[in-house]
């Protein structure tokens, strides 16, 4: 592994306790409470959404604000066609999935 690949990146938030809460009530909050079905995979999480744009423009943001906190952290999204749910997949090296449980999201 490279010295800058997930596997080697530490499983920890750089946000600040005061910071994480702040992004845990705003944006996070508000994306978590439109899971509606939360899948647990291999070292991380699987989360389905009802599609709609607002929700898309908050997950997109949600994902760029957190890989900067989140460095270990890989997403994937997927929005299925003719206007089916959108999946959010957080995963990433062993301790990733218990990270998630801690986090809105995950609960």
Same mark, same amino acid.
């Given at each position: 592994?490279?010295?800058?690949?997930?596997? #080697?990146?530490? @499983?920890?938030?750089?946000?600040?306790? $005061?910071?994480?809460?702040?992004?845990? *009530?705003? /944006? =996070? *909050?508000? &994306? *978590? !409470?439109? @899971?509606?079905?939360? @899948?647990?995979? +291999?070292?991380? /999480?699987?989360?389905?959404? !009802?599609?709609? +744009?607002?929700?898309?423009?908050? &997950? &997109?943001?949600?994902?760029?604000?957190?890989?900067?906190?989140? $460095?270990?952290?890989?997403?994937?999204?997927? &929005?299925?066609?003719?206007?089916? $749910?959108?999946? =959010?997949?957080?995963?990433?090296? $062993?301790?990733?999935?218990?990270?998630? *449980? #801690?986090?809105?999201?995950?609960?």
């Amino acid at each position: 592994m490279s010295e800058n690949s997930p596997g #080697t990146l530490p @499983v920890a938030c750089s946000l600040s306790a $005061p910071e994480l809460r702040a992004r845990e *009530a705003g /944006l =996070l *909050a508000s &994306v *978590a !409470a439109q @899971v509606e079905e939360r @899948v647990e995979i +291999d070292e991380g /999480l699987r989360l389905r959404f !009802a599609i709609s +744009d607002a929700l898309l423009r908050d &997950v &997109v943001e949600l994902i760029t604000l957190e890989r900067q906190c989140c $460095p270990f952290l890989r997403f994937a999204l997927t &929005v299925e066609p003719a206007s089916g $749910p959108l999946w =959010l997949e957080l995963s990433g090296p $062993p301790g990733a999935r218990a990270f998630l *449980a #801690t986090l809105a999201l995950g609960r």
